[in-house]
């Protein structure tokens, strides 16, 4: 079983809808990560998040909000969301990669979001 | 069995036999190399990594080698069973305190019984 706890696993709203995508790790992971993927393709990055401090932001459209409340928690705010959003959402966590010499990335089994 | 990544996507084998998955990466300053298993409806699960001072590393079943002269990664599974079908996804990564992971393309691999 994953470490990674994704909700909802599934989601599905209207354009113009404001909804959350929620993460939690429990591993003392001090960074996190979402990432979308499209059906038959790779994870794309979106964003990273080290020390519950914004490190990466692929250039992702302000409609993805996301927020650290704490090390444990990752969101994705979501809102004004197009047809073309729909896509698995993924969370990972990780080890501080200096501290613990290892990069794996623990992921989630995803939400998948539809936008109608 | 062998696939070339981006050129054939499915790589069909038969249980028992050994599959090659290949991968060519493109940033140079990528310095750790991981290969990801994703079962259909499941997040990435990490299988084995390699960093860029290595050649080759060995798992379980499971080996990497790595040719840093040519920006190739090759996955060799060996007596592939039917629960190793899954796509594979090698990633690359610039060493931070957190990780910046880039996958690539991703080959599917079917195990026929």
């Known amino acids: 079983d994953t470490e990674v706890t994704q909700t909802p696993k599934h989601l599905v709203m209207g354009m113009t809808n404001k909804k959350s995508l929620k993460c939690e790790q429990h591993m003392g992971h001090r960074a996190m990560y979402w990432y979308k993927q499209k059906a038959k393709k790779p994870p794309e990055l979106m964003f990273v998040y080290s020390y519950e401090k914004l490190s990466i932001n692929e250039s992702v459209p302000s409609r993805f909000s996301p927020e650290c409340p704490n090390s444990s928690l990752l969101n994705l705010h979501l809102h004004a969301l197009q047809p073309e959003d729909s896509a698995l959402y993924l969370c990972?966590?990780?080890?501080?990669?200096?501290?613990?010499?290892?990069?794996?990335?623990?992921f989630g089994e995803g939400s998948r979001l539809t936008v109608l | 069995g062998e696939s070339v990544g981006l050129h054939l996507p499915t790589l069909s084998v038969q249980e028992g036999d050994n599959s090659i998955i290949n991968c060519a990466y493109s940033?140079?300053?990528?310095?750790?190399f991981i290969w990801y298993k994703q079962e259909s409806g499941k997040g990435p699960q990490f299988i084995i990594d390699?960093?860029?001072?290595?050649d080759k590393r060995q798992g379980q079943r499971v080996t990497v080698l790595l040719n840093k002269t040519v920006k190739h990664l090759s996955l060799q599974i060996a007596a592939t069973q039917p629960g190793d079908s899954a796509v594979y996804f090698c990633a690359e990564n610039i060493r931070w305190g957190y990780q910046k992971v880039t996958f690539g393309t991703g080959t599917k691999l079917q195990v026929i019984p």
């Open positions: 390699i960093r860029s001072n290595m």
């Open positions: 990972a966590s990780s080890q501080d990669r200096l501290l613990s010499g290892t990069g794996e990335l623990f």
């Open positions: 940033n140079s300053a990528s310095d750790y």
